[in-house]
């Protein structure tokens, strides 16, 4: 035992370390406090912030697409709700017996369980949905329904597809959808509210942008702006309730210059040949057929196709992908004439009674090299007008072997060729002039006589675009001056194109049309034969391009045996004349005759335009 | 000292620590409810345990603190064998081996060892003349190391640090020599390095790390403290209201009807319902203060000082590891949290700090 005198000291002692343990945790009470404080006080509104996003999900919702017009207000692509079979291929163990399942009760194509195999991996690796078969009927989906409790990966969803009712006609001019890249998807994406949350999809395909033709260059318009769902979660991330929503804003409709009926028409003339039709509305500089065959249904690509099918058309010697229209490289043949015409009466070296002697061919005065025209024996005493119309190339060989190619150069280039005449097409070939400069760098040699002499009849070096064709054909037809051309109707800012001319007056404009209308109309015109084609009267100019240079008809028939090496039939036409509304080219690869090939298709296409 | 006399029994009790606490747990229940999501499952059962937990406590407070130091021996030899036995018997949760199964009830041993470890100190050390020498001051350690080892390997760090500190409470109110705690001190501070490497576990490790820089991994192992500060910060002022704390009821909080209960009370009433909690908290530990320093003798001073220093000691490593300056181990609020054992403890614990305070010293007899 301690005595008293200790208890004393034990007690005061133990007072002062109780006292001293006390302290320390008021100092950690203080701390606390000051934490709580902090938290609660100086930083609540970010913890606030904080515990808000905790519980919010938010989502993007697709935008639908705007639609595509024709100019008369038919509905070329359009957004068909469709009720797709959609599979979550996270959710499933083996694909293989997953697909045998399903066809227990709908029918899977070879073609969509291909489809479904080939994207399996990436989309469950993503957790993505994987569309397994579109368009469900009415019979599909009910035996869907009553099994769907066996299939938590599956579900039935209203979906949109794009669609055309024209699927191969306006293929090229319209484009098609697809995935986008990562470029392009994360373009999308910053212009929705939540760039980095998922997405609610309102069309089978997910994401979509234009790949090709109008989808592409009005991508931007046609894709609307995203919406939000906001939804509330769990920890798990389990979506509760819906607490608030932001409809998407639908794309803007584009309202196209693009003609459907001439695009039928031309697709009915063409028959499937390789080629291309390009129609343009001379006033307004708008393109009202783009037409290029063969073609491919854009059904197909924007809403899936399998590879196999892709390969086959891709794989194709025709290159239906292939938009001749607009990337096709053309000599102009006989059609770049009343070019020629037009440049010698501009530049004085000849005037409209300048006549010379056609002996069917030639001769460069120089080497004594011989130029053919393409009927024995020549056309005889040939002037501008007759030279046009019987297309007697002795007379433009030697009215271009006068010719500075410097200034046809220029000639050309104000004409439309060798730079690209659309505003606001996908992808447009500029076609080409080819001139001393461009020769010496680009084949490293030096222009010669012969090459300027070849550019009289549109052969050589020179390649022009259907559409290219096109616009020259409206800028003859409208005596000079032609906006732009456009695939938009009633474009607000387009502007004209001219060329300066000094000496070439509306007087010779009307001879020129005259020569052009009596290409086909004059008994020795060389496409007399479309005279019944039509009841109003067309200005034409056909041309046949040479593939292979050749001296003589005889060893053409020999080449001729290989179809690839047969001549491209070529025809530029406006009308009705005399006061042209509509221009057209028309380019039929291997088609041989331009006139007799070329010219019907074009008629064809004017009969539809003028005449509907 | 309080007592009320009865004919046949003399009842006593301490009218502020017995209001306080029954007030204290009454708050528990109705916070529970809305920690566990409004489960009546959790507050039927919880009710049972404050229940008898009020009552044990009443009961416990009743034998004179003779009785206590007399047993305090057993009281520990029984609480070690228990120990022992979960080590062989006991049921495993979450790799952790720290309960006995009784089928209706599971009982956590290191709870009980955690209020017998300090009474039997104070037991052995209430005659020991100042300053406590070296024997007695191994001996302690010893019995304070075997304690603390056995609960340790469970392994439950927050725990055995509770039993840690209660062991060295006792032994440094009792008087042991300064110049043994500096020289302690030093050798603990030198050991540091080893100690983190052998003796704690990774994830023990991983949750200390975390403290110092929590948003270094904010979905990883920081997501339990992350979580916690949004909820308290979350609650602002006076708090989203009763049972519409986000945080706690879409599951982003952890534990929230155990340890981390006091981030729902801080997101559903806010700075001002913390301030009252504490309040409380803070009346019980100046009332025990009070009680201690007016003890009839040192075994009873000892004793309410090691008990009440423990419940403090809860409540800091709760809240301090709530509110994010504390690594995260498992401790309850005590009063609040959901728990058998340990809510069990506390009740024992103020019982015989009551028994302590209430019964005066019998000299005439």
Known sequence: MIDLQERFIERRSFIYRLFLIYFLFGTFLLLILYQIFQLQISNYSEYEIAALENKTHEMNIQPIRGLIYDRNGEVLVKNVPTFNLISI?????????????????????????????????????????????????????????????????????????????????????????????DAELSKILSEALHPRQETIFSYGNGFISGKTGIEKTFDNELRGKFGEKV?????????????????????????????????????????????????????????V?????????????????????????????????????????????????????????????IDWN???????????????????????????????????????????????????INKLGDHFSQLGFGSKVCIDCFDEDPGLIPTPEWKRNKLNSGWSLGDTVNLGVGQGYMVATPIQLAYYSGMIANKGFINKLSLIQNQEDSFSELIALDNFKELDWNKLHRAMTDVIDSPAGTSRRLQD??????????????????????????????????DHAIMIAFGPMPSPKYAVSVVIENGESGGAVAGPVAIEVLKELIEQ | MRLLKFKRFNFFYDPYLLISIIFLSLIGLIILYSASQESSAIIIKQSIFVFFGIILMIIVSQPDPAFYKNLSGLFLIFS?????????????????????????????????????????????????????????TFFSILIISISFFLIVFQPDLGTSIVVLLAGFYVLFLAGLSWRFIGSS???????????????????????????????????????????????????GISGKGYGAGSQ??????????????????????????????????????????????????????????GLSLIFVTTIFVNLGMVVGILPVVGMPLPFISSGGTSLLSFYIAFGIIISMASHKKLIRQ
């Not at chain 1, 938590?152 to 293929?171: A, G």
């Not at chain 1, 794989?315 to 229209?325: D, I, L, V």
């Not at chain 2, 908290?281 to 004793?303: E, P, V």
């Open chain 1, 354 to 404: 300048f006549s010379i002697e056609d002996p069917g061919f030639f001769t460069l005065p120089e080497d004594g090299r011989i130029y053919r025209g393409w009927k024995k024996g020549g056309h005889g005493k040939v002037n501008l007008n007759k030279a046009i119309v019987v297309s007697s190339n002795t007379y433009f060989f030697s009215l271009a072997y006068r010719s500075d």
């Open chain 2, 80 to 136: 070690v064998f228990l120990m022992l036995l979960t080590i062989f018997f006991g049921s495993e949760v979450n790799g952790a081996k720290r309960w006995l199964d009784f089928g209706f009830f599971t009982l956590q041993p290191s709870e009980l060892i955690k209020i017998a470890l300090p009474i039997f100190l104070a037991s052995y050390l209430y005659d020991k003349p100042l300053p406590i020498n070296l024997k007695d």
């Open chain 2, 248 to 305: 706690s009821h879409l599951d982003f909080l952890p534990e929230t009807t155990s340890d981390f209960i006091f981030a729902v009370i801080a997101e559903e009433f806010g700075f001002l319902g913390a301030l009252a909690l504490l309040s409380i908290y803070t009346f019980i530990l100046f009332r025990c203060f009070y009680l201690s320093l007016n003890a009839r003798d040192r075994f009873c001073r000892l004793t309410i000082g």
């Open chain 1, 289 to 349: 057929t783009l037409f290029s065959s063969p073609s491919f249904s854009i059904n197909d690509l924007s809403n899936g196709i399998s590879r196999d099918k892709f390969n086959t058309l891709i794989n194709s010697p025709q290159k239906p992908f292939f938009n001749r229209a607009l990337k096709g490289r053309y000599p102009p043949a006989s059609t770049i004439k009343p070019a020629i015409g037009i440049f010698g009466l501009e530049n004085k070296l």
């Open chain 2, 185 to 235: 001190f030093a050798i603990f501070l030198l050991s540091t390095p080893f100690l983190w490497n052998n003796l704690l576990q990774p994830f023990q490790r991983q949750r200390i790390a975390t403290l110092f820089n929590p948003e270094a991994d904010p979905y990883g192992t920081a997501w339990n403290i992350t979580q916690s500060k949004i909820a308290i910060g979350s609650g």
């Open chain 1, 533 to 566: 084609l039509k009841s109003f009267k067309v200005a034409a100019k056909s041309g046949t391009a040479e593939l292979v240079s050749l001296d003589s008809k005889e060893d053409y028939l020999l080449i001729r045996e290989n179809e690839e090496q047969r």
């Open chain 1, 89 to 181: 291929p996270n959710k499933v163990n083996d694909p293989n017996s997953f697909i045998d399942d399903i066809r227990n009760f709908i029918d899977i194509t070879l073609e969509e369980e291909a489809i479904f195999y080939e994207k399996f991996k990436s989309k469950a690796r993503y957790n993505r949905e994987l569309v397994i078969k579109r368009n469900l009927n009415e019979q599909q989906i009910a035996s869907f329904e009553v099994r769907k409790h066996n299939y938590p990966s599956l579900f039935v969803e209203k979906r949109y597809s794009r669609y055309t009712d024209y699927p191969s006609i306006l293929s090229h001019a319209l484009g098609y959808i697809g995935a986008p890249s």
């Open chain 1, 231 to 287: 939804y509330e979660v769990d920890a798990r991330g389990r979506l509760l309730k819906e607490i608030s929503i932001k409809n998407p804003e639908e794309g803007k409709s584009i309202f196209t210059s693009l003609d459907l009926g001439s695009h039928i028409a031309a697709n009915k003339a063409l028959n499937g040949r390789m080629g291309a039709v390009v129609a343009i509305e001379i006033e307004t500089g708008e393109i």
